[in-house]
């Protein structure tokens, strides 16, 4: 039965083989958020208007896409969450357990733009010394942070 079974494997050969995995095995959504600083060492947080009210404060967070990789999703997230662009550096943070989802965390060195926000996501954006991290800010993206001193 082994023997048979590795010959019907082989024979579907490439793409074919990637969808049969892809169906078998499980999902999942891939989180990736970025620990963004600046020139002075402070941390770019934002109030997320959809998370709840007294958890808002967080990392630039978000999911990313079809054939994106995690840092081109810190890049892109990042940009469309405050109009400032990042070079992104170093894997802090690579997490699976959850139902759904794994947690991917990159640091990132701020290189340009302004801040704009962007209003249906993210209420306020702000830049904070690593001792003076505001209240309300989620315990993950805290230990995060902290793992970057």
């Known amino acids: ?3 048979i079974a590795a010959m019907a494997w082989r024979a579907l050969r490439g793409s074919v083989q990637w969808r049969v995995l892809w169906l078998w095995h499980a999902t999942f959504m ?8 600046d020139d002075e060492g402070r941390v770019l947080v934002l109030r997320h ?9 967080g ?7 079809r054939s994106e990789t995690f840092e081109n999703t810190v890049v892109r997230e990042v940009l469309e969450e405050t109009g400032l662009r ?20 990159y640091t990132a060195d701020l290189i340009g733009g302004d801040i704009k926000i962007a209003s249906f996501e993210v209420l306020e954006a702000q830049w904070f010394a690593m001792d003076r991290l505001p209240e ?3 315990e993950s993206h805290r230990t995060l942070i902290q793992k970057t001193r």
């Not at 208007?49 to 404060?57: F, G, T, Y």
């Not at 990392?59 to 896409?65: E, F, I």
């Not at 070079?87 to 965390?105: F, I, Q």
């Open 1 to 3: 039965m082994k023997r």
């Open 30 to 37: 891939v989180g990736v958020s970025g620990i963004v600083k």
């Open 49 to 57: 208007r959809l998370w709840p009210e007294d958890r808002q404060w």
């Open 59 to 65: 990392l630039p967070t978000g999911y990313a896409k």
């Open 86 to 105: 990042v070079r992104v550096r170093d894997l802090v943070n690579l997490k699976s357990g959850y139902r759904l989802r794994v947690e991917v965390a």
């Open 136 to 138: 309300g800010l989620l």
